[in-house]
């Protein structure tokens, strides 16, 4: 076996209560490393066409990559993979915590869950002694993610759920200790099989092929990371919430159901405001992570708790018009622990109160105004009188009540906290990417609004190329299995000092704008291994990575999830974004929203796909996808 | 006939306020002056904090040159833009 790979898989029915292990493929894990990759080409081959995604044909699959359990910084992280029930194409997610950590050390890859149970079941699966062992779980059933995983002890790691997903509320996610695999409803999936939680223990030890040199390279690195301005600094010191006085600065924050893209308080639920107001107790982190980029606040009632991200911040925050951070940490910690995705929640309760607003729902939620809204967070975990209408999320609320205009949502995935009018790369990101309207399967935004080298988001010039380089990127990322934070590490602190008044960053901005497929050509070369992603897989694996192996893989990654969301009966019609980010301007200075006829015919053609959107059979051939 | 300019958080805790309220159209070269001016004798903390930032108009970056010279209009944001990750 490649090392790096505990070289298992582990197979478990819930109908007949059966489990076996199996090895994993060489060939596979060579294509499409593992994680998110080799999640999908097992969905893709375990499934016919047109299943429904509640129902016992939905495999739920957990993937480890060749770097977890590594102790490679940010590498503690897992993938789930399924058939999701929000958008009806590919459903995945990806969380940190401590579960992928423990699986490895079970000396398992991969762990594919199958059919359903008639009762509540959790399993406990022992790596060493090769046993699953199928425990009723009726006394779970009911209790939030934080008490599910108090019951279990700190014996084993786990994957658990909330109520949540016990209701198959369509965003509902899978929970390792404070981290959620939010999106795309895999927490549905899990609760469709009426299991509550995964637990896993295990004393392997991970196959590195070059110890030392990994070891020496890490330690390095663990000291580069630390003396980083993002990730040793700014994300260390504020989280990813330091980041919403940039978005806001830029037009870019969603408010008011993503009606406008500032707002003039938004300050108040910043990173910075954060720390400064005594609002944040210790850091916190997914194990083996220097970073620690997550923040514990207090919330009355309940104590200390991870406190939200950026994106839960400003859906949650602005979004509603809310600026009292108070609130927003409390349905931050409502959302974690009833086991739901922050993201499509901000989105929904925004489009439910622009509703009442305009009169199409009475939902007794209003911008601006906090009242009914805890409640309501509860009712969706519990799919309880109006709460059962926002469980299934906005696409098909809009279909139910109108206001299909304002759904903000794309292939039926909620949009992120970046609105794609002021950053035109992720709006092309959000529109194609195949989960739907995602920000973490490229972040093309970072090059184009918040990061410390950015070209104009509002030209034309490479906002195809940028989300083809990024996607592709992600898809490798999320199938080693690493955090997507370590690209930031990329940049060097002297571009991060570089004044965006002088002369030498205009001059580099003017002439990355124009790089165009030098740009593209430069990131496909397979020359040494680079950057630490192609440093650790070729030390941990004995095989040779560049940013050219690892575009390819990628590549590889997002069209077979395309292939599989055409199957589905996904079409190039889905790559689309919501009508007012087409048509509505949040700018001035444009009568228009984003550009995305223009952009997306350029996008189809570097991606080797037909006008519709299809991939091209030598596409296909080229990647060695097989469908 | 007012311009606002909203402060990045360090220059507001300095200030503090979070924004300005400026009268008449002034330009971004006055802008930016008549915000170090707020500052009084700490003017160096002003150039410090503004080091590395851009400036933007209503969401959109300043070029150099002649942008700086132009006439802001009425009701035009001016922010001070830092460089951020979140995710």
Redesign the interface.
């Known amino acids: 076996m490649i090392k790096g790979y505990a070289g298992r898989i582990l197979d478990v029915d819930l109908g007949n209560r059966s489990f076996s292990f199996r090895p994993l493929d060489e060939e596979t894990a060579r294509l499409y490393l593992g994680g998110k990759g080799y999640g999908t080409r097992l969905l893709y081959d375990l499934t016919p066409p047109g299943i429904d995604p509640l129902g016992p044909a939905n495999p739920l699959i957990f993937a480890t990559g060749p770097l977890n359990g590594s102790l490679a910084p940010q590498s503690n992280r897992f993938a789930v993979i399924c058939k999701s029930p929000l958008t009806g194409g590919i459903g995945s997610g990806a969380c940190g915590g401590s579960f992928a950590f423990g699986l490895k050390k079970a000396g398992i890859d991969i762990l594919i869950v199958r059919n359903q149970s008639a009762t509540p079941v959790r399993l406990e699966v022992d790596g060493d002694r090769d046993s699953v062992i199928f425990l009723d779980a009726g006394e779970l059933w009911g209790l939030g993610a934080r008490a599910t995983q108090a019951a279990l002890g700190k014996g084993r790691n786990h994957a658990v759920i909330g109520p949540a997903g016990e209701n198959l509320v369509l965003y509902a996610g899978i929970v390792s200790d404070e981290r959620i695999a939010g999106r795309t409803g895999v927490g549905a999936v899990m609760g469709s099989k009426r299991l509550k939680a995964v637990s896993v223990t295990g004393t392997r030890r991970l196959e590195v092929d070059d110890q030392e040199k990994f070891n020496d390279y890490t330690k390095w690195l663990r000291k580069l990371f630390r003396s980083h301005p993002v990730l040793g600094e700014k994300l260390r010191r504020y989280g990813t919430m330091g980041i919403v006085n940039t978005t806001n600065a830029r037009n870019i924050i969603p408010t008011r159901n993503f009606k406008l893209g500032h707002h003039p308080d938004a300050m108040a639920v910043s990173g910075e405001y954060l720390e400064d107001h005594g609002l944040v107790g210790v850091k916190s982190s997914c194990i083996h992570c220097p970073v620690a980029c997550g923040r514990e606040v207090t919330v009355e009632g309940v104590g200390r708790v991870k406190g939200p991200e950026y994106e839960t911040a400003a859906l949650l925050g602005p979004n509603l018009e809310i600026t009292d951070l108070r609130w927003v940490n409390e349905w931050n910690e409502l959302a974690d622990d009833l086991g739901m995705d922050s993201i499509s929640l901000g989105v929904t309760l925004g489009f439910a109160m622009e509703l009442q607003e305009k009169g199409l729902l009475q939902s007794g939620l209003a911008f601006g105004d906090a009242t009914g809204v805890s409640a309501m967070i509860q009712d969706i975990a519990h799919r309880r009188g109006l709460g059962n209408d926002l469980a299934d999320g906005v696409k098909r609320m809009s279909v139910r009540h109108g206001g299909q205009a304002y759904a903000m949502h794309v292939k039926g995935l909620e949009l992120s906290a970046y609105d794609p009018r002021g950053s035109y790369a992720q709006g092309v990101e959000y529109a194609t990417t195949n989960r739907g309207g995602c920000h973490v399967q490229g972040a093309s935004m970072y090059f184009e609004s918040t990061g410390p080298l950015t070209i104009d988001p509002q030209s034309l010039r490479l906002k195809a190329e940028i989300p083809v380089v990024q996607q592709n990127l992600a898809c490798a990322i999320n199938s080693m299995v690493l955090c997507i934070f370590t690209t930031y590490g990329m940049i060097p602190r002297q571009v991060h000092e570089l004044d965006p008044k002088s002369r030498l960053y205009r001059t580099i901005t003017y002439l990355f704008e124009r790089s165009g497929p030098m740009y593209r050509l430069i990131t496909k070369l397979k020359l040494r291994p680079l950057t630490w992603f192609e440093q650790w897989l070729t030390f941990v694996t004995g095989q040779t990575f560049t940013s050219g192996h690892l575009q390819e893989i990628g590549e590889r990654i997002f069209n077979l999830e395309r292939m599989y969301n055409l199957r589905e009966g996904l079409t190039g019609a889905d790559d689309t974004l919501p009508h007012r980010m087409l048509h509505e301007s949040t700018f001035p200075h444009l009568d228009s929203g984003h550009p995305l006829d223009q952009l997306l015919p350029t996008y189809y053609r570097i991606r080797g796909w037909d006008a519709q959107g299809v991939p091209l059979q030598r596409t296909l051939d080229r990647l060695k996808v097989r469908t | 006939m007012s311009v606002t300019v ?1 402060l ?3 220059l ?2 300095a200030l503090g306020v ?2 300005l309220e400026l009268e008449g159209t002034p330009t971004l070269r006055q802008v930016l002056a008549l915000t170090r001016d707020r500052f009084g004798a700490e003017g160096a903390t002003f150039d410090k904090l503004t ?6 108009v ?4 300043v ?2 040159g002649r942008a700086q010279n132009t006439p802001l209009l009425d009701g035009d ?1 001016v ?9």
């Open positions: 909203e990045t958080y360090d507001a805790k979070r924004r080091r590395v930032t851009a400036l933007v209503n969401g959109v970056l070029g150099q944001r922010s001070f833009l830092k460089a951020a990750a979140g995710g």
